[in-house]
């Protein structure tokens, strides 16, 4: 090898000669001359031309990338700012809420539903607990962003994506504000957008102090209550100037899911979101860890704090009735008149709440319900469930149920209307129809017996027989006629209650008998009013329209009584007069008790949502035992008087033309057979 010295300079321009490598096997290539020269000089040109080629493509594609993303943006923008609302004029609080005001029959305020609102609390003059309990829960780096959390709404985008919808939103207060203010609660990509831009132009319009006080004052916090004045009034009974750390982070902790933490309705959940807030305060140092433990410890009492005993299943109820009853009053502010007697419903609530805590816990009922009616159908009281803080779901109205035998009533009616006696004898023995064959409860049969025997006994092959007599079709319009509202098949297992009704459909029916034979359809609207007092709907008393004879009635009722004096129903013994059925569905999956006295009618129904079976309750024990609670604390201080007492009222106040279609034609059908055969 030729050392090459590098120091070394020709004289003349001579190609310079590549150094000596060593000895590889290969034919070395064809050195100096200036052709060659010229070729590799070619050759080097060609290698750096390609990379600037390259290089002002790669500038001009992005140029045109840019211009036209540019353009894109500004169409999209346009797009967003189409229906954005007037910015440069904020909205009146409260300005598109409906006010409701419902009223007991007494005039006592039962709920107050809609806007409320308490001072204006600037930031700066509200406790440092409460900013901290919000910063440290909603938004903590509120003070360091300009309106978007590009952290919290990463971890959004990839929440959403893994769920594969919009469920977490990342929003700062300031987005919030913005959708509080000027957007609706809709989970859509475009509302996302929207909010961006306005808490962007939020950021520009006004400083971090004056948002977080715009946020304080308009956010909601459930029960009507907006703003933390309001809220902490409603909740605490006094001013947000002075909450404490506990009530600042139950306040903070609402805003997730204000209408169902709601701590009038729901303090154990409410209370459960406060802790987190407080673990939230903890991990920013607002509170140092041993405060927050202790604090955990130490819940604020709630004003109005409910239980199942509240009257909101009720007013719910009342409610989803209103735009039926008054379709005027869609949009308005309104007082609502109702049926509800507030010391009935104490009673009520009480009896179930009873119940179920002692009898009911130990037998695996979890759930109840109870309706309590004046004969004409008015709701005197209504629970329909455990605790509506816990469930909203209100079993007396909406859930469908096996009655069991207290469905029976429908099929000796229909017997007894068709010429059926309850003196008749009938043998309760095996039987079958159509491959199928009734059991009784006990699983003995009881050979012959008189039809109020069976009756008060409860013996299905007798309810069978008498449905199968009458006319299952019969049956089915029976409870029909008298307010079943649900679908109600012509089938064999009818008389046993296998088709599932409404409590308060039950009640109705049963109301009917209580009142001498009269439609008594349940309502609990009287009048409504807007706030100024202009009515907008008054119910006006009609004439009472016959759905059975006062034959039928009289026999019904003696019956019915005998079910509680030596039958089924002797737990809801009391001590007046008094007529029911018991009903239990299969595997005591429902128990059921309906009945009434000469004052008023009520239906009790125990079970599991679930549908699970409890343990050996029939409608003669547990149901029947909450109802007898109940209707003596009810009927405190009132005279006794025998059932059907105001049957005479009822019927003097009907006309004979007001009678329902099927009653006529029962009427029309005796009186043929009584002038064909002389009787």
């Known amino acids: 090898m030729v050392k090459k010295d590098s120091t070394r300079v020709s004289k003349k321009p001579t190609p310079k000669k590549p150094a000596a490598t060593p000895t590889s096997g290969k034919k070395k290539a064809p050195t100096g001359g200036k052709a060659s020269s010229s070729r590799k000089q070619m050759g080097v040109q060609s290698e750096k031309q390609p990379p600037k080629r390259r290089a002002r493509r790669v500038v001009y594609g992005l140029s045109v990338a840019a211009v036209w993303s540019f353009m894109l943006g500004l169409v999209t923008l346009a797009f967003l700012a189409l229906d954005l609302p007037d910015l440069d004029n904020l909205p009146a609080p409260g300005a598109a809420d409906q006010a409701v005001v419902i009223k007991a029959a007494n005039g006592a305020t039962l709920v107050t539903q809609g806007p409320i609102y308490g001072d204006w609390i600037p930031a700066s003059e509200a406790p440092d607990a409460i900013i901290r309990a919000f910063l440290a829960v909603e938004d903590r780096y509120f003070f360091e962003h300009a309106g978007i959390d590009f952290r919290g709404l990463g971890r959004a985008v990839i929440s959403n994506v893994q769920a594969g919808r919009v469920r977490a939103g990342g929003s700062t207060i300031t987005q919030?504000?913005?959708?509080?203010?000027?957007?609706?609660?809709?989970?859509?990509?475009?509302?996302?957008?929207?909010?961006?831009?306005?808490?962007?132009?939020?950021?520009?319009?006004?400083?971090?102090?004056?948002?977080?006080?715009?946020?304080?004052?308009?956010?909601?916090?459930?029960?009507?209550?907006?703003?933390?004045?309001?809220?902490?009034?409603?909740?605490?009974?006094?001013?947000?100037?002075?909450?404490?750390?506990?009530?600042?982070?139950?306040?903070?902790?609402?805003?997730?899911?204000?209408?169902?933490?709601?701590?009038?309705?729901?303090?154990?959940?409410?209370?459960?979101?406060?802790?987190?807030?407080?673990?939230?305060?903890?991990?920013?140092?607002?509170?140092?860890?041993?405060?927050?433990?202790?604090?955990?410890?130490?819940?604020?009492?709630?004003?109005?704090?409910?239980?199942?005993?509240?009257?909101?299943?009720?007013?719910?109820?009342?409610?989803?009735?209103?735009?039926?009853?008054?379709?005027?009053?869609?949009?308005?502010?309104?007082?609502?008149?109702?049926?509800?007697?507030?010391?009935?419903?104490?009673?009520?609530?009480?009896?179930?709440?009873?119940?179920?805590?002692?009898?009911?816990?130990?037998?695996?009922?979890?759930?109840?319900?109870?309706?309590?009616?004046?004969?004409?159908?008015?709701?005197?009281?209504?629970?329909?469930?455990?605790?509506?803080?816990?469930?909203?779901?209100?079993?007396?109205?909406?859930?469908?149920?096996?009655?069991?035998?207290?469905?029976?009533?429908?099929?000796?009616?229909?017997?007894?209307?068709?010429?059926?006696?309850?003196?008749?004898?009938?043998?309760?023995?095996?039987?079958?129809?159509?491959?199928?064959?009734?059991?009784?409860?006990?699983?003995?049969?009881?050979g012959e017996m008189e039809l109020h025997e069976a009756f008060a006994r409860s013996i299905n092959t007798v309810a069978v027989q008498v449905a199968e007599e009458a006319g299952r079709e019969k049956v089915a319009a029976m409870a029909k006629r008298l307010g079943i509202s649900t679908s109600v098949m012509p089938l064999a297992s009818l008389p046993l209650g296998t088709e599932e009704v409404k409590l308060l459909d039950l009640a109705g029916a049963y109301a009917a008998v209580a009142n001498g034979g009269f439609e008594a359809h349940p309502y609990g609207i009287v009048e409504v009013t807007t706030l100024e007092g202009q009515v907008i709907y008054r119910r006006t008393p009609v004439n009472p329209r016959a759905v059975l004879s006062y034959k039928v009635v009289e026999d019904m009722t003696a019956m019915l009584g005998e079910v509680v004096q030596s039958g089924s129903g002797r737990n809801a013994r009391i001590d007046r007069p008094v007529g029911g059925k018991t009903g239990t569905s299969q595997d005591s999956r429902d128990a059921v008790f309906a009945g009434f006295s000469s004052d008023m009618t009520a239906a009790v129904w125990v079970g599991n949502d679930d549908g699970t079976p409890m343990k050996d309750v029939t409608g003669g024990g547990l149901p029947a035992r909450v109802w007898a609670d109940f209707m003596i604390e009810a009927h405190a201080g009132a005279p006794v008087r025998p059932l059907l007492a105001d049957a005479g009222l009822y019927r003097a106040a009907a006309s004979d033309d007001n009678e329902h279609e099927d009653l006529k034609k029962q009427k029309k059908k005796k009186s043929f057979l009584s002038r064909l055969f002389g009787n």
């Open 176 to 446: 919030q504000l913005a959708k509080n203010l000027f957007l609706s609660n809709e989970r859509t990509i475009k509302r996302k957008a929207q909010e961006l831009l306005l808490a962007f132009w939020l950021e520009q319009k006004f400083t971090k102090e004056q948002i977080l006080t715009l946020y304080l004052n308009r956010v909601y916090f459930g029960g009507g209550a907006y703003g933390i004045d309001a809220a902490s009034r409603k909740f605490f009974g006094h001013s947000a100037t002075t909450l404490s750390v506990a009530e600042s982070a139950l306040l903070a902790g609402l805003v997730k899911a204000p209408s169902s933490l709601a701590p009038h309705i729901n303090p154990d959940g409410a209370w459960e979101r406060a802790r987190v807030v407080l673990g939230a305060m903890a991990d920013t140092g607002a509170l140092t860890p041993e405060a927050a433990d202790k604090i955990k410890k130490q819940p604020p009492r709630i004003m109005g704090a409910v239980s199942g005993r509240d009257v909101r299943y009720f007013t719910d109820w009342v409610l989803s009735q209103t735009s039926e009853v008054a379709p005027a009053s869609k949009g308005k502010s309104l007082v609502i008149y109702t049926t509800l007697d507030p010391g009935v419903q104490r009673a009520a609530a009480m009896a179930l709440e009873r119940g179920l805590s002692g009898e009911g816990k130990k037998r695996g009922a979890s759930q109840g319900a109870i309706v309590a009616l004046d004969h004409d159908g008015a709701v005197r009281a209504m629970v329909g469930g455990e605790n509506y803080g816990k469930s909203q779901y209100n079993r007396a109205v909406q859930a469908l149920r096996q009655p069991g035998s207290a469905f029976k009533l429908f099929s000796y009616l229909a017997a007894l209307e068709s010429g059926i006696d309850p003196n008749d004898r009938f043998i309760d023995r095996e039987i079958n129809i159509d491959g199928w064959s009734p059991k009784n409860y006990t699983g003995i049969f009881n």
